[in-house]
């Protein structure tokens, strides 16, 4: 790993540790890795984060934050879980995928159709 220096507000870095202290993340490195993984997962559409725990605190932080807004988080439970199931596609994770789809959906509904009918996509490419 390479080891970078970056200067941060003490307002952040307080916030930061509030959050650690409540057991979001176990160190403050792990949030500064984590923040920086989801914002390039945002802003690049070919972005594969590395980080071993993402998908966990990536789905930690959205639940915290969708509690925090009322559920006004911007994006839709569909949209993102069509981006989790891409992931973890586009990584092998098939099972994982699977699991997902038939724990936040119902079979009957359209959107564990269409989350299955992505999987097949991303699984057969």
């Not at 930061?16 to 490195?29: I, R, Y």
């Amino acid at each position: 790993m390479v080891q970078e220096t970056v200067r941060i507000s003490e307002s952040i870095v307080e916030a930061v540790q509030a959050l650690v202290n409540e057991g979001t993340f176990e160190h403050k490195s792990e949030f500064y890795r984590f923040a920086t993984e989801l914002l390039l997962d945002s802003l690049r559409e070919d972005y594969d984060p590395e980080m071993l725990n993402y998908d966990s605190l990536a789905g930690t932080t959205r639940q915290q934050l969708a509690e925090f807004t009322g559920g006004q988080s911007g994006g839709s439970m569909f949209y993102e879980s069509a981006i989790l199931i891409r992931r973890h596609a586009r990584r092998g994770e098939i099972d994982t995928a699977e699991e997902y789809i038939e724990t936040h959906y119902p079979s009957e509904r359209g959107e564990y159709l269409l989350l299955e009918a992505l999987l097949d996509y991303y699984h057969d490419t």
